[in-house]
């Protein structure tokens, strides 16, 4: 099971903190990621990490203003928002596969969470 928290509402220019933690054996061994649906739109990827945070991919609308990490002993992976702009107002998904190699493809992810809403707006 994955719970996301840290959403809300933030001015174009601010940051957020999105977290997600996770119980039973969604975790371990496991490539996370975060994934956004925008209001009207299809979900799409935002940023991917593997077990041992040797490998992060990020999506070209967040490259640069956004960090995915990682902490295993805590089950809990992050996603750093900076400058945040209005395009980035979506549902926050975290998910999860049970794979060592990340990836931006949503289908090949087995479990996820029940969304965070962000909304950037001034």
């Known amino acids: 099971q994955l719970v996301e928290s840290g959403g809300g509402l933030v001015q174009p220019g601010g940051s957020l903190r999105l977290s997600c933690a996770a119980s039973?054996?969604?975790?371990?061994?496991?490539?996370m990621a975060w994934f956004r649906q925008p209001p009207g739109k299809e979900r799409e990827f935002v940023a991917t990490?593997?077990?041992?945070?040797?490998?992060?991919y990020y999506s070209e609308a967040v490259q640069g203003r956004f960090t995915i990490a990682r902490d295993n002993d805590k089950r809990t992976v992050d996603q750093e928002m900076n400058s945040l702009k209005v395009e980035d107002t979506a549902v926050y998904y975290c998910?999860?596969?049970?794979?060592?190699?990340?990836?931006?493809?949503?289908?090949?992810?087995?479990?996820w969470g029940q969304g965070t809403q962000v909304t950037v707006s001034s």
């Open positions: 998910a999860g596969r049970f794979d060592t190699h990340p990836t931006a493809r949503g289908s090949t992810y087995q479990y």
């Open positions: 990490i593997n077990y041992e945070s040797t490998i992060k």
């Open positions: 039973g054996s969604t975790f371990s061994g496991s490539v």
